[in-house]
């Protein structure tokens, strides 16, 4: 195992009624700005729960965070803030407005052109707004961890950023909230959380069963959830598990003491940034691809997750490292979730222009061993066509 440092200092409320407990989680005396997507977080009654729970603070509303939060947007969130002198932040949504509000939790005080927060990853954030969230989206796990994408469209650039500034005070997560998502929003949470996990665990050995366990456990919850979340959309248990399963994902632990690879995210973001593609989706079309392309150095652990994710343990290796990426690419598939480009309706035409992306954003030596250049990203791309 490596040596690593485990610090999470979220506070999880978990459970169905949970809102109110706003009331006691954030100061008496704070101004508040809630931050919001669309219009369901108004249509469902969230907004109102927590105007609510909140009415006895000063509490200011900023919507229309898109799915991609933009730095453009954003930016208009951080002059409000400045404005008004906002000094609590309450984001209400999804992993777009959770990572939105980080931003904005950064950028506040920042005595430069915020930017550079995205332009050094979070390394410049020396400090930032206090910030909890109410969780509508199980998916990118944003709620209990310090990282975040933010998307500049006038660059169309998307950039991750983190700090160990940026975890959320607190995050309510109440699975009931969950029950009128859109197919398609649930199908794309389920196929964020698993790519997280794979990216943490399908690298190689590293003498650390207790995470390979965790690991494995959770795509397993999410393989047979998966399908129970799309067709029994008003089961609370199924959606309670895949919200816990969302947020453990990516909150540090599975992580703790193993390479992580993280390419398949990094030429999504791109795909997402040059044409618009949802998250879920360019993962989607991407890991199968990336597996395949790189199964000599992941050998060991492709040979691990056909055993023990997918209960193959017959044939050659060969045969078993294939049909396990085989049946990573069906299981999103059968969740609604197309895995080739042409499915979007994306051609030869692209490849070019998203490998410039990669190298002006620097992502030119990425995976666990650094070994993934443009031109292995050119290969991965090709083959995703």
Not at 94 to 120: C, H, M, R
Not at 313 to 330: F, K, L, P
Request: glycine share 8%; proline share 5%.
């Amino acid at each position: 195992m490596l040596n690593f440092d485990f610090y999470n200092p979220t506070h999880i409320s978990f459970g169905e009624g949970r809102i109110a407990e706003l009331d006691r989680l954030i100061p008496a005396n704070a101004r508040v700005l809630v931050l919001f997507g669309g219009n369901s977080a108004q249509r469902t009654g969230t907004l109102a729960e927590v105007q609510s729970a909140l009415a006895d603070r000063e509490v200011l509303l900023f919507g229309g965070i898109e799915p991609n939060p933009s730095y453009e947007t954003l930016m208009e969130a951080v002059a409000l803030v400045r404005r008004e002198a906002v000094d609590f932040l309450l984001a209400v949504g999804g992993g777009s407005v959770i990572d939105g509000t980080k931003f904005v939790a950064a950028a506040a005080n920042y005595a430069g052109e915020p930017w550079e927060i995205l332009q050094s990853h979070g390394g410049k954030v020396t400090q930032a707004l206090p910030f909890g969230a109410v969780l509508t989206l199980p998916a990118t796990g944003s709620e209990m961890n310090n990282g975040g994408v933010v998307t500049r469209k006038s660059l169309q650039a998307k950039l991750p950023f983190r700090n160990k500034l940026l975890f959320p005070v607190f995050s309510i997560l109440d699975p009931s909230k969950t029950f009128s998502l859109p197919e398609r929003q649930v199908a794309n949470g389920v196929v964020d959380a698993f790519v997280h996990v794979v990216e943490q665990y399908l690298t190689y050995p590293a003498d650390a069963p207790v995470q390979d366990r965790f690991a494995e456990g959770l795509l397993l919850t999410l393989i047979e959830l998966g399908p129970k979340a799309l067709s029994q959309p008003q089961d609370y248990q199924v959606r309670a598990n895949l919200m816990w399963v969302a947020t453990l994902a990516l909150n540090g632990l599975i992580g703790a003491g193993v390479p992580q690879d993280w390419a398949t995210h990094m030429i999504g973001h791109e795909i997402t940034a040059l044409y618009g593609l949802d998250h879920a989706q360019t993962l989607a079309v991407v890991l199968p691809v990336m597996l395949q392309q790189r199964r000599a150095a992941k050998h060991a652990k492709l040979l691990q997750y056909a055993e023990r994710v997918w209960g193959l343990s017959s044939g050659s290796e060969a045969q078993r490292i294939d049909a396990a990426i085989v049946r990573t690419r069906d299981f999103f598939e059968a969740l609604g979730v197309k895995t080739r480009l042409g499915d979007y309706q994306l051609g030869q035409e692209v490849i070019e222009p998203l490998i410039a992306q990669l190298e002006a954003h620097g992502m030119t030596r990425l995976g666990e061993h650094r070994d993934v250049t443009p031109a292995i990203s050119r290969q991965v791309l090709q083959a995703c066509l």
